[in-house]
């Protein structure tokens, strides 16, 4: 299929959800949806659940991921005649001091929005649009600092080494059906030309123990770089307390042309297992093989098998992860991950993240005596966040955080003796 074709497609999708609403017009109340069928509210909106193919004990993460059922994804929430309209998103303004010889200060903007349109199709079967865009391309080519951070190019040609690249400006455009086969039971279909594969815990942006950390993981290419794949197909099986599912995708990260859409594959595959035992908890295993992921390193695929476990209960939210890359052929780069996030009162939250990766790519340079050695890394990162609600449909969250790493004597001569980061960060948040 051509790029045109493809291209096409994804306007189509990408368009799905404002066509439904306008379809509709002249009906708007709000409403807030506990269920799949909607009742509508006499206010004009209200920021609520969206009613999530998941069943009841646990929420949607993102792509086909589940979180605990007391950490829904939250936003601005409308009825459209029969269709259920979920609005989320924010801006992250952030400036960064990354410590040591090869830190770097700047300032950046992170942004997502996201507009997802449900609505019944038949007694049982539920169709779901998503769109998701973002317009980190803005910050230029080379993203943001980030040291230890490692993954994809600026220019298609070098490596981005100690920063975070910028994603996508779509990072989703998909659908899903659900159908109930039994009283607890669904199968479920999911994919599009820009969506996430059945691969790894919830990707970090939609992780509440994640919410108010200024930088992405150094562990993101471990865990959950996958989450913006062209080209998804995912089947599953799901019920009250499990879900097992499948997936086809493009292992190909994507390339340095942010503002575009690359052509949909699928050369790579995963499968993944949940277990959600009660409201507060989920826990999930998956593996898959992941083909020629990175720009510069053709001919080298990757197997990944990850775990993960996440608690949310009152204003604590938590995950704990770990991820085995293993680059084939080549070696196996384990990496462990663990956030946290707690809301002390209504105003003010306490976070922070402890990371131990094991990275091979931090001197990309053939003629460096260290290239493609192995060294195994931590970074300890805490802070606070001041929560400001503004009307009933935004929040605005002022704070910083300090990050600390932990590395072998061998690395001192390139990144000092011991570098200490510190960022400080507004975050305008629809829902939150």
């Known amino acids: 299929m051509t790029r045109t074709i493809w291209r ?30 909607p009742t509508p509210a006499p206010h004009d909106h209200q920021m609520a659940d969206m009613p999530a193919p998941a069943p009841p004990g646990s929420s949607d993460g993102s792509g086909t991921s589940r979180n605990p059922g007391t950490e829904p994804m939250q936003g601005l929430h409308l009825m459209a005649g029969d269709w259920m309209l979920m609005l989320h998103g924010y801006a992250f303004a ?75 400006l779509f990072m989703e455009l998909s659908a899903r059906i659900d159908v109930d086969v039994g009283t607890t039971t669904k199968l479920f279909l999911y994919g599009g030309p820009v969506a996430e594969p059945a691969i790894g815990p919830s990707a970090f942006m939609h992780r509440r123990s994640a919410q108010y950390l200024p930088l992405s993981p150094i562990t993101h290419h471990w865990l959950d770089s996958t989450h913006i794949s062209y080209g998804v197909v995912t089947a599953g099986i799901a019920r009250r307390h499990w879900q097992i599912e499948a997936s086809g995708f493009r292992g190909r990260e994507p390339d340095q042309y942010r503002w575009g ?7 790579s595959w995963s499968v993944r297992a949940t277990w959600n035992p009660s409201p507060y908890w989920s826990a999930q295993v998956s593996h898959g093989h992941i083909k020629e992921p990175e720009q510069l390193e053709p001919g080298i695929s990757e197997e990944r098998t990850t775990a993960s476990v996440q608690y949310a209960r009152g204003g604590l939210s938590a995950l704990i992860a770990f991820s085995a890359k ?24 306490l976070f922070g993240r402890f990371e131990n990766v094991a990275n091979d790519e931090l001197f990309p340079d053939h003629a460096d005596p260290l290239h493609d050695t192995k060294f195994r890394v931590s970074k300890v990162e805490g802070g606070y966040a001041y929560r400001l609600p503004i009307g009933k449909s935004f929040q ?6 300090v990050g600390v790493y932990g590395k072998p004597a061998a690395l001192d001569a390139a990144y ?13 948040s629809l829902g939150k």
């Open 8 to 37: 096409a497609a994804v306007a189509a999708v990408a368009l799905m959800p404002a066509v439904a609403a306008a379809q509709d017009h002249d009906h708007m109340p709000g409403m807030e949806m506990p269920a799949p069928t």
């Open 94 to 168: 952030a400036y960064t001091d990354q410590g040591g010889p090869r830190g770097s200060n700047e300032g950046f903007v992170q942004s997502m929005a996201m507009i997802t349109a449900a609505r019944d199709l038949a007694p049982g079967v539920a169709l779901q649009l998503r769109s998701m865009l973002s317009l980190d391309p803005a910050m230029g080519a080379r993203g943001y600092p980030n040291l230890f951070a490692t993954g994809e190019t600026a220019n298609g040609v070098v490596p981005l080494i100690d920063r975070q690249h910028p994603h996508d």
């Open 261 to 267: 859409i690359e052509t949909p594959g699928l050369d």
């Open 326 to 349: 293993n680059k084939q052929p080549g070696r196996t780069l384990p990496a462990w991950l663990a956030e946290v996030s707690w809301d002390v009162t209504r105003h003010h939250t």
């Open 396 to 401: 605005l969250a002022l704070g910083g955080a």
């Open 416 to 428: 000092g003796t011991f570098p200490v980061s510190g960022t400080v960060f507004a975050k305008l």
